[in-house]
């Protein structure tokens, strides 16, 4: 199994402002540049799942494992022989709003997904969750 977190701390955005960003998964697209598309039926919720079209690959459906409002919430994707788990955790601090991201991959050829895809993820997540601040901040 391989696991990278990043976390950032900010008073710029409030967990709610966060929470919000997330949850309308069809807006995506305004503030990911790296995906074409999201698409979710019904509501960001535990045992939903949504549909996302990244740049530079196959549209995935990807699982809400685990919602916990304004705090927590974890999904995953099934890739042939392994899995990824992206788990997103908003949480005050006296610093301000502490936010984590920790992807996870397991699997027999987990080591190979973590090179197509998870890597590349990791990699961007201190732009990407700069962005997701900027764009939080402005709802």
Known sequence: MWSKSHTIVTKEVTKEQMWKLFADVNSWHTWDKGIEYARIDGEFKKGNHFLLKPKKG???????????????????THFPLAKMYGDHTFEETAAGL????????????????????????????????QNQVTFASKL
Do not use: C, H, Y
Not at 58 to 76: A, Y
Not at 108 to 114: D, K, M, N
């Open 58 to 76: 196959p549209k995935v459906k990807i699982k809400i494992l685990e919602t916990i409002e304004n705090k927590r919430f974890t999904d995953l």
């Open 98 to 129: 502490k936010i984590t991201v920790t992807m996870t991959v397991s699997g027999v050829l987990g080591f190979l997904w973590r090179k197509i895809v998870a890597q590349e993820i990791v990699d961007g997540l201190p732009e990407d969750m």
